[in-house]
């Protein structure tokens, strides 16, 4: 790795695009929307903006798992292409001042709901599902969610932004979150170690966001970082992804709304299930 240049940081921090790496594009340090684009309205009442990243998968498992177990919970999933600026449209602003994905609009309350976590525990109260009603395995299963929702950010804008997306490979950055990605497969492991699911017994909403982050990472799935952070070496945080990945639901919640990768796994539009036999990309392709 390259020694890392000494920086003095200015008096005043200025925004200088051309140093903003691979994200340059959609990176800026002011909110609020750059164009007028109204968001479209499917026929069901839950309407979700979305894109398939790990926060994304979130919400889209959840609802699948929704569907899977009964609930009338049919949604319709709209893409947000991040890279090319669509969360700065003012139709999804007014969703998510926030600009980010996931989003979603109930129409049959009227209520918006940005921030993944906030989704998974909104749907989960609406329907009664996947969290504990009773007072101590519906905390420590939101001990779990929270946690997630802290620890994630060091993950992706931590160690994965300066191992596998950053201009240069610098070895401070990289040492500093690799170390903090490590321990925190650790917590993960040991609490697995003793626990069939995150909450306890039952698999809930904290399984569902930390699955498509941690899950991913040691199944190969992100920042092709397997070897370097030695993940087989979780054995217990392997057989809980596993044993979720293996779920019908996930993996039907993992191809919605995304737009890379294999062909046949894109769903970039879901308005039904019969989307998943017919309406996939190596299906449509660019003639939707």
């Known amino acids: 790795m390259s020694e890392t240049p000494t920086y003095t940081p200015p008096k005043v921090w200025t925004w200088n695009q051309a140093s903003g790496g691979r994200f340059a594009n959609i990176n800026r340090p002011i909110a609020g929307p750059t164009h007028d684009k109204d968001l479209p309205v499917g026929k069901h009442p839950l309407q979700l903006h979305s894109l398939a990243t790990p926060n994304g998968v979130k919400v889209t498992v959840m609802l699948e798992e929704l569907l899977a177990a009964g609930h009338d919970a049919e949604y319709d ?32 309350t009227g209520v918006r709901v940005f921030e993944s976590g906030a989704i998974l525990l909104y749907l989960a109260e609406k329907y009664g ?30 160690f994965g932004h300066f191992y596998a997306y950053a201009p240069e490979k610098w070895e401070y950055p990289i040492n500093r979150f690799a170390m903090e990605a490590k321990r ?41 970082a397997g070897a370097f952070l030695d993940v087989g070496s979780y054995e217990h945080v392997n057989r809980w992804a596993d044993q979720i990945m293996a779920r019908p639901a ?5 191809m919605v709304n995304r737009a890379f990768g294999d062909p046949a796994e894109q769903l970039r539009e879901r308005h039904g299930a019969s989307d998943f036999e017919t309406s996939t990309w190596d299906k449509i392709g660019d003639g939707r």
């Open 129 to 158: 599902a996947f969290l504990p009603k009773a007072i101590e395995p519906r905390t420590e299963t939101l001990n779990w969610l929270f946690w997630l929702q802290g620890s994630a950010p060091y993950l992706g804008g931590g």
């Open 184 to 224: 925190q497969l650790d917590v993960l492991d040991q609490r697995l170690e003793e626990s069939e699911y995150l909450g306890g017994s039952d698999y809930s909403i904290a399984d569902m966001a930390t699955c498509p982050w941690y899950g991913a990472l040691v199944k190969g799935q992100l920042y092709e």
């Open 250 to 254: 996930y993996k039907r919640g993992r």
């Open 77 to 108: 999933a709209w893409l947000i292409n991040i890279t090319e600026g669509d969360q700065f449209g003012s139709g999804f602003v007014d969703v998510n001042p926030n600009s980010k994905i996931p989003a979603l609009f109930d129409k049959d």
